[in-house]
């Protein structure tokens, strides 16, 4: 069984060892109202089982707020509170910082109690990406920020996010006649961006539940390490992608079998990749992104010309960024290509 030693005003939360390892208990249970084969369901039932009974959680606004406490019902076991969209970064530090004073005054027993905020990608990338960040230059204050990536308003009918992927069809960009790729930028890099420009933050990971016991982990590693720490998750959502609910694990696997979502973590300030990442980090083929795409309606509008230019920007995180599928600078030998070709 893990571990669980208090030590400076932190705590050690050891990995689980496989998944006969993890802890039975429930902290998230029956009682809410998300899709069926919902993913950021199951990042909050697996985050907050990683994360144990003394914890609180603070949600901000969207699917994982609405579906999740319907009026009179809540699957949390745990204490959870409601934040506005885009203050998961505010509600992470002052729930902090509260409780840090509270112990410190000698009203409340000094322990440790984890404060997780989670927010979605329109809550956490778009409206409340300043407050994260903010949040993660105070280094005295421990909090995790957990941003669980539908890659859209999920909440109020699947509007276009900065997480959208390139040309999706979302209500916001549905294909028509005239122009078939409504939504022509490329996603955020909001793990990358957090990890470079954050030095007091010594944690930073992604993740995915399809491989539950790694994401677990880092949920535990981030609890433990001390000060804000941020987690990004990649959530398939059968209905803002349009696919049959059984797909969800599936669509996760090759999120990252095809490089679309590297699995790594930012350890003070040390890159270590997961899994089948580390795998193609090491050589192993990416499978085509084509795999993962065609499986979900909100592509079905895509061309051989369009695939290949999906194609094309994947290949590009992996063939010349400075930190691989990480960090979107050029490689010092790419960026002379460049300018030598201008
Ligand atoms: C300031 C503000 N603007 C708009 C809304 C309406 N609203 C509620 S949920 C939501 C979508 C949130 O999207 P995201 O953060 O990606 O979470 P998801 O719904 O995908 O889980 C919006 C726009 C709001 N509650 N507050
Ligand atoms: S719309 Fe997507 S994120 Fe929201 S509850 Fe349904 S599957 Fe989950």
Same mark, same amino acid.
């Given at each position: 069984?893990?571990?669980?030693?208090?030590?400076?005003?932190?705590?050690? $939360?050891?990995?689980?060892?496989?998944? &006969?390892?993890?802890?039975?208990?429930?902290?998230?249970?029956?009682g809410?109202?998300?899709?069926q084969?919902?993913? !950021?369901?199951?990042?909050?039932?697996?985050?907050?089982?990683?994360? =144990? /009974?003394r914890?609180?959680?603070? %949600?901000?606004?969207?699917?994982?707020?609405?579906?999740?406490?319907?009026y009179?019902?809540?699957?949390?076991?745990?204490?959870?509170?409601?934040?506005?969209?885009? !203050?998961?970064?505010? +509600?992470?530090?002052?729930?902090?910082?509260g409780?840090?004073?509270?112990?410190? &005054?000698?009203?409340? &027993?000094?322990e440790?109690?984890?404060?997780?905020?989670?927010?979605?990608?329109? =809550?956490?990338?778009?409206?409340?990406? %300043?407050?994260?960040?903010?949040t993660?230059?105070?280094?005295?204050?421990n909090?995790?920020?957990?941003?669980?990536?539908?890659?859209?308003?999920?909440?109020?009918?699947?509007?276009?996010?900065?997480?959208?992927?390139?040309?999706?069809?979302?209500?916001?960009?549905?294909?028509? &006649?005239?122009?078939?790729?409504?939504?022509?930028?490329?996603?955020?890099?909001?793990?990358?961006?957090?990890?470079? #420009?954050?030095?007091?933050?010594?944690?930073?990971?992604?993740?995915?539940?399809s491989? +539950?016991?790694?994401?677990?982990?880092?949920?535990?590693?981030a609890?433990?390490?001390? %000060?804000?720490?941020?987690?990004?998750?990649?959530?398939?959502?059968p209905? #803002?992608?349009?696919?049959? /609910?059984?797909?969800?694990?599936?669509?996760?696997?090759?999120?990252?079998?095809? %490089? $679309?979502?590297?699995?790594?973590?930012?350890?003070?300030?040390?890159?270590?990749?997961?899994?089948?990442?580390?795998?193609?980090?090491?050589g192993?083929?990416?499978?085509?992104?084509?795999?993962?795409?065609?499986?979900?309606?909100?592509?079905?509008?895509?061309?051989?010309?369009? $695939?290949?230019?999906?194609?094309?920007?994947?290949?590009?995180?992996w063939?010349?960024?400075?930190? /691989?599928?990480?960090? /979107?600078?050029r490689?010092?030998?790419?960026?002379?290509?460049?300018?030598?070709?201008?």
């Amino acid at each position: 069984m893990a571990e669980t030693t208090f030590s400076n005003a932190t705590q050690i $939360l050891e990995p689980f060892k496989g998944i &006969k390892r993890v802890t039975i208990e429930e902290y998230f249970t029956s009682g809410h109202r998300t899709c069926q084969g919902c993913e !950021s369901a199951l990042v909050m039932k697996l985050m907050v089982k990683a994360a =144990g /009974p003394r914890t609180i959680v603070l %949600g901000s606004t969207g699917c994982m707020y609405v579906a999740n406490t319907t009026y009179y019902t809540t699957p949390w076991v745990v204490p959870w509170m409601h934040t506005q969209l885009g !203050s998961s970064g505010s +509600a992470a530090l002052g729930t902090a910082a509260g409780l840090k004073a509270l112990m410190r &005054k000698g009203k409340m &027993k000094a322990e440790p109690i984890n404060v997780i905020a989670f927010c979605g990608d329109g =809550g956490g990338a778009d409206m409340g990406v %300043g407050a994260i960040s903010a949040t993660l230059t105070h280094r005295e204050y421990n909090s995790l920020i957990l941003l669980y990536d539908n890659e859209s308003y999920a909440n109020t009918d699947i509007q276009l996010s900065g997480m959208t992927p390139y040309g999706a069809h979302t209500t916001f960009s549905p294909p028509g &006649k005239a122009k078939r790729i409504m939504h022509t930028r490329w996603k955020k890099n909001m793990a990358g961006m957090m990890a470079a #420009g954050h030095p007091e933050c010594r944690y930073v990971a992604t993740v995915c539940a399809s491989y +539950a016991v790694e994401m677990m982990n880092k949920v535990r590693r981030a609890l433990s390490i001390g %000060g804000p720490t941020f987690i990004h998750s990649l959530d398939p959502c059968p209905k #803002g992608w349009d696919y049959d /609910p059984m797909l969800s694990h599936e669509l996760g696997e090759l999120a990252v079998e095809t %490089g $679309l979502f590297p699995l790594y973590e930012v350890d003070d300030g040390n890159v270590k990749y997961y899994g089948k990442t580390k795998a193609i980090t090491e050589g192993r083929q990416r499978k085509p992104v084509r795999e993962y795409l065609l499986k979900q309606g909100r592509f079905a509008h895509f061309t051989e010309e369009d $695939l290949a230019y999906f194609q094309a920007k994947v290949d590009e995180m992996w063939d010349k960024w400075e930190i /691989p599928g990480v960090v /979107p600078f050029r490689r010092i030998d790419a960026a002379k290509a460049t300018l030598a070709a201008k």
